[in-house]
């Protein structure tokens, strides 16, 4: 049996009953199960925290910066590994997006760096948990209070994660969730924005309250996509005719398989937010995502079980810069096992013959993009990451066996390269 790259944490029949409910008005509405489910997510993340459904991370970042009333041209803070639009939103928001490199093996923001990057007019750092790793929060929680910065986290790939038992996302003054197809709560799209401050939550809720309900033309396409995709990676269909066409493209059309699985493809430089982004979470989205909610923690605990399975094979064969780390007291996700190989095409190729899919990250490298010229900048940890990263399967519903199988084909790969280098 082959393993995919990848594996949808919505099953076929949610998906197949979603399809159906599009036809019911009542689904597309904003009521009662959306106002459940932000109930459901606040209390997940602890005692007093407060959530409200947004149509996108994307968005509830931008109406989170428009609702702190900040001067015009004031600074943001932000990895520069991240999408595009991410950025766009501080753009639009009327203020000035800043990147700060991050560290290889944790990938969270360098404190060195980020203290260096701290100017007069600096007013809010985003802190993005990537690849289900947790940033080290202590110290920047003690760089934001000690700078009167307005902390904000990405949790968008780490939901259900912890530091010190705290769980991400309530660290600093709110947090923001992507709701995406792949990630460990989905609701085939959509956000959630959590915070302590009750008069934040309900200035939001205020200020998307108008925004229109999505129609069937919509949705539609987003539900059907993830329906195939789903039946795409089952194990015998991935293993009969999907794992030979990805290999198949990868061999004679390089890259188009991340153009595929991309949920933005269409990255450019914006001054106001697209309508497209602009629409409300339904009832639909919201039931899905209260079911999926309860098994998160399940899910966390299997794939961090893997991943330190994983790492233990590895560890003798394998760079030690090139294994990801998690921070001494984090209880991590790892929504994605990040391993940095440089050259990756070849690592790939070799995975791929074994029968292990794989991916590069689809994540831009914003300050090395032509459409960003106006904040390019040499960020060489992260340009390190986004050139030599390469995802390894370690989903939840994948078995022990098959973690040792990706195990032993990866450091059979590294073994027989340091052979041939000696």
């Known amino acids: 049996m082959k393993i995919p790259r990848t594996k949808l944490y919505i099953t076929n029949k949610a998906m197949i009953e979603a399809l159906f409910k599009l036809f019911h008005k009542s689904s597309l509405e904003k009521g009662a199960a959306v106002s459940k489910f932000e109930e459901d997510f606040g209390k997940f993340h602890g005692k007093g925290i407060h959530a409200v459904a947004m149509p996108f991370a994307r968005i509830a970042f931008y109406f989170l910066l428009k609702a702190l009333n900040l001067p015009k041209g004031s600074r943001v803070l932000m990895s520069p590994l991240t999408i595009a639009d991410m950025v766009n939103m501080v753009r639009c928001a009327g203020l000035i997006p800043e990147f700060v490199d991050i560290r290889t093996r944790t990938f969270d923001v360098d404190p060195i760096q980020l203290q260096k990057a701290i100017k007069p007019n600096t007013s809010v ?24 910065l307005f902390l904000i986290e990405d949790f968008s790939q780490n939901l259900g994660g912890k530091y010190k038992g705290k769980s991400l996302g309530t660290f600093g003054n709110a947090g923001i969730c992507s709701l995406s197809s792949l990630k460990n709560c989905s609701t085939f799209y959509g956000g959630m924005l959590v915070s302590k401050d009750i008069g934040l939550i309900n200035t939001i809720r205020k200020n998307i309250c108008s925004l229109p309900q999505p129609e069937i033309k919509v949705l539609f396409p987003i539900i059907f996509k993830s329906l195939i ?7 015998l269909l991935f293993s009969g005719i999907t794992y030979f066409m990805v290999l198949f493209l990868e061999n004679y ?12 493809r269409d990255a450019c430089l914006r001054d106001d937010v697209p309508s497209s982004f602009l629409f409300g979470y339904t009832n ?42 998690s921070h001494t007291e984090s209880e991590d996700i790892y ?20 029968g292990v899919d ?26 390190r990451v986004k050139e030599d990263l ?33």
């Open 284 to 325: 639909m989205q919201a039931e899905i995502g209260s079911r999926l909610l309860n098994l998160v923690p399940e899910g966390n605990k299997k794939r961090r079980e893997h991943a330190q399975l994983l790492t233990e094979i590895l560890k003798d064969s394998v760079p030690l810069d090139a294994l990801p780390k």
């Open 390 to 422: 390469v995802f390894i399967p370690i989903e939840h519903q994948l078995s022990d066996r098959e973690i040792k199988k990706i195990g032993v084909v990866i450091r059979d790969y590294f073994y027989k390269k340091n052979k041939d280098y000696v």
């Open 358 to 383: 794989n991916s590069a990250t689809n994540l831009v490298l914003c300050t090395n993009q032509d459409y960003f010229f106006p904040y390019k900048a040499k960020m060489p940890i992260s340009e």
């Open 335 to 354: 929504w994605r096992y990040p391993l940095l190989v440089e050259n990756p095409r070849p690592f790939q190729r070799y995975l791929m013959k074994h």
């Open 125 to 148: 750092l985003l802190v993005t948990h990537l690849f289900g790793i947790s940033s080290e929060m202590d110290t920047i929680v003690d760089i934001a209070k000690k700078n009167n």
């Open 253 to 264: 059309f390089p890259g188009i398989m991340k153009k595929i699985q991309s949920d933005n």
């Open 229 to 235: 995709f789903s039946a795409a990676l089952s194990p």
